[in-house]
């Protein structure tokens, strides 16, 4: 599947990946589309087998802060401003335990005896910390649960800490082992929020979110970033960034993790749609670890579990990778996502197609499908950079509909740019400035083979 993975009506954001058994399961919050809001008051799992990343099911509701039409509330102490954020789930024993924070409530533990839930409250966590800043609601829990069957759960905003967790009930935390400021607010690791651990070999491993650099501790970020230490309690040393989705992106917070399946190293994350922060979409990208423990930065791409694009397909225009000039993504229905808000100068971005290899075709035919806003434009489509080579351009009229041309044929592996300009001049030209030209829904390539 492509970025964003799941179906591209499902807004899962804060993903923490996990494999159970032959299956890849996603935890994470709940966006609705257009939302003015992060989070609601439920938590859905979807998960696929790791021998098919394309084909990805939905298990349904899993936990829920404020009853609804199908559930009653799982927890009796939350109202309508308790909304459900960024848990996590851990297996221990042959119970999973979801870890849940409830915004501006006291968080909870749950079980069940699948992966995908639905999961029964257990407790609210249980713990002797003097001044815990938070009250209790252990913000954006990630749970470690060590070889020797030790568990860890480490949390914060605008401030981090950790504490051990008693394995024989999973929710009381030991006296004695709560720790503060496992991560600096300051540089270098100048963190903000979503803690995530994992262990790789001997490596303990903390993703978490940065504040904005130049922000010292105020703002949070776009990028995910990782430290590691020698033991589940530190100290941890800043090792760098692992992918930032404000890159040529309107940009937001970012929450994820990393995940091995069937060998290869992913990165989990999202990306925001709807002119907001909020509506994030959950997207993944391969990533490498470095037998020193390094994990290089990764671009963002629309590739998501794929090693290429097919440009003959139809490209979904959602799935844009790179967003510049202030062009972004809406939902229109559950049926209908555009690139919207596209004007004079907008650059709209896919990595990576694999055009083949074909040495007898000098052309290829581009279409593209639009709603129209009653203006005329130009899209000049370029492979490899925004400035890279031009393979044509494509008129695109007042009208909803589909428009073509004649392109050059290109052979290999190519990123792809729309950049978009305005067909007016003239006496027209200062009369259409900032005017929307057109919403882009979807494009191809064909070949006269």
Not at 16 to 34: L, M, N, Q
Request: proline fraction near 5%; hydrophobic fraction near 30%; charge should be negative.
């Amino acid at each position: 599947m492509p970025n964003p993975f799941l179906p591209l009506n499902e807004y899962i954001p804060d993903g923490e990946p996990r494999v159970f058994g032959d299956r890849v399961y996603i935890y994470g919050s709940h966006d609705s589309a257009g939302s003015d809001k992060f989070c609601d008051y439920k938590l859905k799992v979807w998960s696929a087998s790791v021998d098919d990343l394309n084909h990805w099911v939905c298990h349904g509701h899993s936990f829920h802060s404020q009853p609804d039409r199908d559930h009653e509330s799982d927890t009796d102490w939350t109202s309508e401003s308790n909304e459900l954020y960024a848990p996590d789930v851990v297996r221990y024993g042959n119970k999973y335990y979801l870890y849940a924070y409830i915004m501006g409530a006291k968080g909870c533990v749950a079980v069940s005896d699948r992966p995908e839930g639905p999961f029964k409250l257990i407790s609210k966590y249980s713990y002797n910390i003097e001044n815990h800043y938070d009250d209790g609601t252990f913000i954006d829990p990630g749970v470690l649960v060590d070889d020797d069957g030790r568990v860890y759960v480490y949390c914060g905003f605008q401030g981090s800490y950790m504490a051990e967790i008693n394995p024989e009930n999973m929710y009381e935390i030991i006296d004695g082992t709560y720790m503060t400021d496992i991560l600096t607010v300051t540089p270098p690791h100048n963190f903000f929020e979503a803690c995530s651990p994992r262990k790789v070999g001997s490596i303990y491993y903390m993703i978490y979110s940065p504040c904005r650099p130049n922000q010292e501790g105020e703002g949070g970020g776009s990028r995910l970033a990782y430290a590691t230490a020698d033991s589940p309690r530190g100290p941890f040393i800043y090792r760098g960034t692992i992918v930032d989705n404000s890159q040529n992106y309107p940009g937001g917070n970012n929450h994820g993790s990393i995940c091995c399946i069937n060998g290869q190293w992913y990165v989990f994350y999202h990306r925001m749609t709807n002119g907001t922060i909020m509506s994030r979409r959950a997207c993944v990208e391969k990533i490498k670890i470095l037998p020193d423990g390094t994990i290089p930065q990764v671009e963002m791409t629309s590739l998501g579990f794929e090693n290429s694009l097919n440009p003959y397909a139809v490209t979904p225009a959602d799935i844009a990778c790179y967003l510049t000039g202030g062009c972004l993504i809406t939902e229109k229905d559950a049926f209908t996502r555009t690139v919207t808000n596209i004007t004079d100068g907008c650059v709209i971005g896919y990595k990576y197609y694999d055009f083949g290899y074909d040495a007898s075709s000098k052309t290829m035919e581009f279409s593209v499908k639009v709603r129209g806003c009653g203006m005329k434009a130009v899209i000049d489509i370029f492979i490899d950079s925004p400035d890279g080579e031009k393979l044509g351009e494509c008129l695109v009229g007042a009208s909803d509909g589909a428009y073509s041309s004649v392109v050059k044929a290109v052979n290999g592996r190519h990123a792809l740019f729309l950049a978009v300009k305005r067909d007016f001049g003239g006496y027209f030209k200062d009369m259409t400035d900032g005017r929307q030209l057109f919403e882009l829904e979807s494009f191809l390539f064909e070949k006269n083979f």
